[in-house]
């Protein structure tokens, strides 16, 4: 090693060689300057600060080779995010040149949930709403209960024993909201002398809840009042539950759509925070998820959706049904689509559509059509007239159809003529069993697609409020199950009922025909408002997409397909919604289509 010196200004002079190692350097150091303990120390601080620079980055790649191996397992990661204002905000990354695949990992494909996000809260009931003196309301589970044991309450009416006879319908809404769970208190019908209505419940999640409890008017839906004292305080005492219990419990429940789904009791549950949900599958946009007690939902994010409509694997789900249904469809476009791609989702052709329309994006194409079958005036007479109902060339001149039942056979007919457009899960809405086995007779039994009749999927509907509407609701959605092997069943009510005070005219509730409304929350994600039928719409996007569950579903994804966030993509807008037609008819398939392909959803107005 040769020496170094320093001149007399501080300076290096002499030949000099790198020390090959830190050690090297020190004892070189201390040799020329022994004495001098002041530049010593210095230099002994500046080193070991070299060092442990060193020594920290080491950590940091070790810890994410680490995390790497370890997210490879998360089925599902989330990418969702809110911002200070409480409103959701969705992050995505700019990507370089895009390619034709990505060999990264798979977890590669979607990005990480940001933890302890701030759940959104929507219109919930409020105290505004006018009290109420007449009912007295009483019960052991008015102000308390206990975990895992029944509770009761109990509405006396306001009638003397000698109007026992009198008939009155008397509907009441029972609800339970606390900071991360909650849950609808069901009737379970009325006393014998007809004076009192009970409603029992057994609580799952101990906490702290605010207990509505309000008398719905059927014959005026302006009217909704809260019973004296509601709000009440209702404390649900027992073991105390760690969040991070339940949120493994939830993890390891199978995937909704990989269980049976013959009757409708699949979908018993309570909605949650991400709080309490599954950490490996995510919650919708607004922090909230239905948790039924038998599995949990998988959810899809815009990123697993662009995955699915570059896959090359036609994926389709057809929405068949009025504008509460269309609703559906709205959440799942929103949820398909980026924040620069549907700012004028609520102005754009399939926002207000009384016939048909597809929004396609690659491979995922999802279809709307006005069928309003199950309306009142669509009497049984108009239907009876099908009983051997074939798809032949009768249907093409529609000569012999009457009324709009019979269009709705024949757009069945036409729509199953294609090829192209068969979808891979349906949506259907009916009256009862007698028009489901007609529909189902116009759809070819070489199709093996999945089809969910929805009949009870209405925040209006004053009988579902009641015992004897509940258990007529439960027995036909059994007797749809029996009419084709096809057919599978969703208590689309029983999954809606706790967001009802969310609809378009909350907190009013039996005045609402749709659970969505428009919201163009700051960040642009959430367009369409609705936690009901977002939900829906991933459960109808979970069967198509992953029926084996989404875990399975990206382990078939042997490389990543091609992202491309930072390129505009295509929306393929396809319609036929004439603006002279008449709702409540079923508009007719046949006749040409106006297909537009645009960078972003276009205004109509």
């Excluded at 606390?178 to 007809?194: A, C, L, Q, W, Y």
């Excluded at 069945?412 to 069993?433: A, I, K, Q, S």
Aim: aromatic share 8%; charged share 25%; net charge positive.
């Amino acid at each position: 090693m040769i020496p170094l010196t320093l001149s007399k200004h501080g300076r290096p002079t002499g030949t000099y060689r790198k020390p090959e190692t830190t050690m090297d350097a020190l004892v070189d150091f201390r040799r020329q300057h022994h004495g001098n303990n002041y530049r010593y120390l210095i230099f002994l601080a500046i080193l070991i600060l070299i060092a442990a620079t060193r020594w920290i980055h080491q950590l940091i790649g070790e810890g994410e080779r680490q995390i790497q191996f370890q997210t490879d397992r998360v089925p599902s990661p989330k990418h969702l995010y809110v911002d200070s204002s409480g409103t959701l905000e969705h992050q995505t990354g700019s990507l370089q040149q895009p390619a034709q695949h990505d060999d990264r990992p798979i977890h590669r494909c979607i990005s990480l949930e940001k933890p302890n996000v701030q759940i959104r809260r929507d219109k919930h009931i409020t105290r505004s709403n006018n009290g109420s003196h007449y009912f007295d309301v009483s019960g052991d589970g008015l102000h308390n209960a206990t975990l895992g044991q029944l509770a009761t309450i109990v509405i006396t009416l306001p009638i003397n024993s000698d109007q026992v006879n009198i008939k009155q319908t008397y509907l009441f809404s029972i609800l339970a909201v606390g900071e991360k769970h909650m849950f609808t208190v069901p009737p379970s019908g009325v006393g014998i002398n007809r004076l009192k209505v009970e409603y029992t419940y057994i609580p799952t999640v101990p906490g702290t809840y605010d207990l509505y409890i309000e008398h719905l008017e059927p014959d005026n839906r302006n009217q909704q009042n809260q019973v004296q004292g509601s709000p009440f305080e209702l404390v649900v005492s027992g073991p105390l539950v760690k969040d991070e219990e339940v949120r493994s419990w939830a993890d390891n429940l199978p995937s909704c759509q990989t269980i049976a789904h013959n009757d409708p009791s699949w979908i018993e549950g309570d909605w949650v925070t991400r709080k309490l949900a599954s950490e490996s599958r995510g919650t919708l946009r607004g922090g909230w998820i239905y948790q039924p007690k038998r599995c949990s939902f998988d959810i899809f994010t815009a990123d697993d959706l662009e995955i699915v409509a570059n896959s090359g694997k036609s994926t389709t789900i057809a929405f068949l049904g009025r504008s509460t249904e269309r609703g559906i469809l709205l959440s799942a476009v929103d949820t398909a689509l980026k924040i620069s791609e549907k700012k004028n989702i609520d102005r754009s052709k399939i926002a207000l559509c009384w016939g048909f329309a597809s929004v396609q994006l690659g491979s995922l194409r999802l279809v709307y059509q006005d069928f309003r079958v199950e309306e009142p005036r669509v009497k049984a007479k108009m239907y009876e007239e099908y009983p051997n109902t074939t798809c032949n060339g009768e249907w093409k001149n529609r000569k012999s159809i009457r009324g709009y039942f019979g269009e709705a056979v024949g757009f069945l007919c036409e729509y199953f003529r294609e090829d192209g457009l068969w979808p891979d899960v349906m949506l259907l809405t009916v009256r009862d069993v007698k028009q489901l086995r007609v529909l189902m007779k116009a759809i070819p039994t070489r199709w093996n697609g999945t089809v969910y009749p929805i009949y009870n999927f209405k925040p209006n509907d004053p009988s579902l409020y009641t015992a004897a509407g509940r258990e007529s609701d439960m027995t036909q959605m059994k007797d749809f199950r029996a009419v084709d092997e096809r057919i599978r069943i969703i208590d689309a009510f029983a999954l809606a009922r706790s967001m009802r005070h969310t609809t378009e005219t909350a907190p009013l509730m039996l005045k609402a025909d749709h659970w969505h409304h428009w919201c163009h929350t700051s960040s642009g994600d959430l367009q369409v408002c609705s936690d009901a039928t977002e939900m829906m719409a991933q459960f109808l996007l979970a069967v198509a997409i992953a029926p084996k569950g989404k875990t399975a579903w990206l382990d078939s994804l042997s490389t990543c397909p091609t992202k491309l966030n930072a390129i505009p993509r295509t929306i393929n807008v396809c319609q036929n919604c004439d603006r002279h037609f008449e709702p409540r008819h079923v508009k007719p398939l046949a006749g040409p289509k106006q297909c537009q392909h645009h960078f972003t959803l276009r205004s109509n107005r």
